[in-house]
């Protein structure tokens, strides 16, 4: 049984070296680079050398040459700061892997192989995100202009260095000229070393191969006397400069260069325009600590005087329509006053004629009852005489009733 290991082990053995040979994995070697990677890897190889039950011998030589071999001559590949902590973090996470199979028990040979080439695929990813979306970011999205320092670290070498990324057109070869002088910052007359801060002298056309290289955009501004004059200096690739930028504004003409102001801000404001502020600008974005120019922006600027008061016939205009309108709501007022008072009057008519005609019956209600009771009274008297003739009658009527209760005979009991 142990004689089946010792030639398992053989063989991986073999494997891990056959794979050193021919999978280098040049991506890795900026590791180095990182203070804690190192000591990350430090402490992982102390921690197999002391011995654990899961862990097999020479396991700590396989990793070292593993590690050792990814981070020799590999001097042309670079990585920024952001790309390093990348790489610093995944390497970080492999390392746990491995810890948490050596706990488990797993077979550490084959994970650790496993888990190299994964990180080889992410590093390579890495490098291409720097190089594609932040290498030189004036040269990218559309831009093709500027002069962009870049802090880059050396893998190889761990040298942090600047990489100096040039727009412009190739067909004037400026952008190779400023790549090869690029160092010499001029202010008038006087030009000094960007770094130093010594005298020198720029190479042959640098200055005017410069402002060629510098020129980013162009902007049209057309405004009203007495409003504000907005200058817009941002550009994108600006956010990925490390060093401090200011802004400088300055108005150009045939008589010389005028400068407006300096600002930390990229939208600069002139106040009040009038007609002298008509010009041709240009809003240099340059590195605050050595003055030297980043990026230009050029602006053509046209400040028209206020439009004239508005003439007559407009003002007619907007007196008649105001005529016209406050006639048509005074019409219409008045109309609602009359027809209110329409309104009333109507409804007083009504109410007079109503009580005419309630008088006028109540009167015909009296006549009537007057006749009736004349008639009452004639009917009355004429009963009267009627019965003042006819007594004897009754008398007599009463005068032979009696006389026949007396003839009656009388009956016993």
Same mark, same amino acid.
């Given at each position: 049984m142990s004689f089946l290991n010792f030639f398992k082990n053989l063989f991986i053995l073999l494997l891990f070296f056959l794979i050193l040979i021919e999978n280098p994995l040049p991506a890795l070697s900026c590791l180095q680079c990182d203070k804690e990677s190192n000591t990350v890897k430090d402490q992982f190889i102390e921690f197999i050398k002391k011995g654990h039950k899961n862990v097999e011998i020479g396991t700590a030589e396989i990793f070292t040459a593993f590690y050792d071999d990814f981070i020799d001559n590999m001097d042309e590949r670079r990585l920024d700061k952001l790309g390093i902590t990348e790489l610093a973090k995944e390497f970080g996470q492999i390392i746990k892997s491995i810890e948490a199979t050596i706990s488990k028990g797993g077979r550490l040979m084959e994970v650790i192989n496993t888990k190299f080439q994964e990180l080889k695929l992410k590093a390579e990813i890495i490098f291409a995100t720097f190089e594609e979306e932040r290498a030189c970011p004036n040269l990218k999205d559309g831009f093709n202009c500027g002069v962009v320092e870049q802090k880059v670290t050396q893998c190889g070498t761990c040298t942090e260095r600047n990489m100096v990324c040039v727009g412009g057109s190739n067909e004037s070869t400026c952008d190779e000229m400023v790549a090869k002088c690029p160092m010499c910052v001029c202010h008038g007359e006087s030009c000094h070393h960007k770094r130093t801060g010594k005298p020198c002298h720029p190479c042959k056309d640098? #200055? %005017?191969?410069?402002? #060629? =290289? /510098?020129?980013? @955009?162009?902007? #049209?501004?057309? $405004?009203? +006397?007495? +409003?504000?004059? =907005?200058?817009?200096?941002s550009l994108k690739f600006l956010e990925s400069v490390d060093e401090e930028i200011e802004y400088v504004l300055e108005k150009r003409n045939e008589s010389g260069v005028v *400068? +407006? @102001?300096? &600002?930390? /801000? &990229? *939208?600069?404001? $002139?106040? %009040?325009?009038?007609? +002298? &502020? &008509?010009?041709?600008? =240009?809003?240099t974005a340059r590195s605050k600590e050595s003055t030297f120019p980043i990026s230009r922006v050029e602006f053509n600027v046209t400040v028209s005087p206020p439009p004239p008061p508005e003439d007559n016939i407009t003002i007619n205009k907007w007196i008649k329509i105001t005529v016209i309108i406050g006639s048509v709501i005074s019409f219409v007022i008045i109309a609602s006053i009359y027809t209110c008072i329409g309104l009333l009057t109507l409804k007083r008519k009504r109410n007079l004629d109503i009580r005419a005609e309630k008088k006028l019956m109540k009167q015909k209600n009296i006549s009537m009852y007057t006749q009736k009771s004349k008639q009452t009274e004639l009917g009355e008297v004429k009963i009267t005489m009627d019965i003042e003739e006819c007594k004897p009658k009754e008398l007599e009527e009463v005068k032979i009733t009696i006389d026949i209760e007396e003839s009656k005979p009388t009956v016993k009991k």
């Open positions: 640098y #200055e %005017k191969c410069l402002n #060629e =290289v /510098l020129h980013c @955009k162009d902007q #049209e501004i057309q $405004i009203l +006397e007495g +409003e504000y004059l =907005v200058f817009d200096c *400068h +407006e @102001k300096t &600002s930390r /801000l &990229s *939208h600069l404001l $002139i106040p %009040k325009a009038d007609n +002298e &502020s &008509s010009g041709h600008y =240009v809003c």
